[in-house]
T-cell receptor, first 114, second 113 residues
Framework: KNQVEQSPQSLIILEGKNCTLQ??????????LRWYKQDTGRGPVSLTI?????NTKSNGRYTATLDADTKQSSLHITASQLSDSASYIC?????????????FGKGTKLSVKP | DSGVTQTPKHLITATGQRVTLRCSPR?????VYWYQQSLDQGLQFLIQ???????AKGNILERFSAQQFPDLHSELNLSSLELGDSALYFC????????????FGQGTRLTVV
């Protein structure tokens, strides 16, 4: 069964600190992996998209890594800001061209405190 | 602003009723996707349309239906509503058939009482 699991479920950090969110997946065949940021009550916004051959991708203070062998990904946030408080969703695309083949994790809820 | 517009933002209705959610994709995007996000759950894919035609179906209930019109806007119809249908409903759009990049709307929060 295609699944995406994220940890931790929630995380509280102080402003300025770094943090790392984890994503493990059992999806086959694998096409790509994305990280989305979702503010409460709003639509998800794409942070990074990585294909099988990419193992690191950065977007400002966000750096995603992918280990296709162990089927693990992480999202590292550097020098956190209050505006980073949101849910971070790991999404894996099953091989194929339809959006219906996206498997969503339940997200990690990050709270950044002053 | 993603460029994807969903209306209404909030909807409260009674069990057994029928509602219609509307989505206007980004200019130039041909694909529209609908997702349901229940409390503390991940997004669940419902259905995809591309240029007016249904392309993929996910876990969409028979009580739910959707369509995409010639101007590319889409509507999601939910009927015989149950309490468990309360959720955030998101629409996303992309320019192509594939999922290379999709932009999400702000969602419609449906509350069934």
């Amino acid at each position: 069964k295609n699944q995406v699991e994220q940890s931790p479920q929630s995380l509280i950090i102080l402003e300025g600190k770094n943090c790392t969110l984890q994503c493990n997946y059992t999806v086959s065949p694998f096409s790509n992996l994305r990280w989305y940021k979702q503010d409460t009550g709003r639509g998800p916004v794409s942070l990074t998209i990585m294909t099988f051959s990419e193992n690191t991708k950065s977007n400002g203070r966000y750096t995603a890594t992918l280990d296709a062998d162990t089927k693990q990904s992480s999202l590292h946030i550097t020098a956190s800001q209050l505006s980073d408080s949101a849910s971070y969703i790991c999404v894996v695309s099953v091989g194929g061209v339809s959006q219906g083949n996206l498997i969503f994790g339940k997200g990690t809820k990050l709270s950044v405190k002053p | 602003d993603s460029g994807v517009t969903q209306t209404p933002k909030h909807l409260i209705t009674a069990t057994g009723q029928r509602v219609t959610l509307r989505c206007s994709p980004r200019s130039g995007d041909l694909s529209v996707y609908w997702y349901q996000q229940s409390l503390d759950q991940g997004l669940q894919f419902l259905i995809q349309y591309y240029n007016g035609e249904e392309r993929a179906k996910g876990n969409i209930l028979e009580r739910f239906s959707a369509q995409q019109f010639p101007d590319l806007h889409s509507e999601l119809n939910l009927s015989s509503l149950e309490l468990g249908d309360s959720a955030l409903y998101f629409c996303a759009s992309s320019v192509a058939l594939g999922p290379l990049e999709a932009f999400f709307g702000q969602g419609t929060r449906l509350t069934v009482v």
